[in-house]
């Protein structure tokens, strides 16, 4: 009976390492998978969020803005 309890346990034990190694490949996968997201997402937008106002104002200071005053008179 102990044999048996004993061989039993150390299956166990083995069945429990597998689960924790694939559960460690699955934890470092999602980690990667973050880190991916946050550099070719969240990262590029902040730079819109910075760009995109630039770019405008930059548009906006080469156009003559008496002109686009004139325009909305006509509208």
């Given at each position: 009976?102990?044999?048996?309890?004993?061989?039993?346990?150390?299956?166990?034990?083995?069945?429990?390492?597998?689960?924790?190694?694939?559960?460690?490949?699955?934890?470092?996968?999602?980690?990667?998978?973050?880190?991916?997201t946050i550099v070719f997402f969240v990262l590029p937008l902040l730079g819109l969020l910075y760009a995109v106002p630039k770019a405008?104002?930059?548009?906006?200071?080469?156009?003559?803005?008496?002109?686009?005053?004139?325009?909305?008179?006509?509208?």
């Amino acid at each position: 009976m102990d044999i048996e309890l004993a061989e039993k346990l150390k299956e166990q034990d083995a069945k429990l390492e597998e689960i924790r190694e694939s559960v460690r490949a699955m934890r470092r996968y999602f980690q990667i998978t973050f880190w991916v997201t946050i550099v070719f997402f969240v990262l590029p937008l902040l730079g819109l969020l910075y760009a995109v106002p630039k770019a405008m104002n930059s548009y906006l200071g080469s156009v003559n803005i008496e002109d686009l005053r004139g325009l909305e008179m006509i509208y």
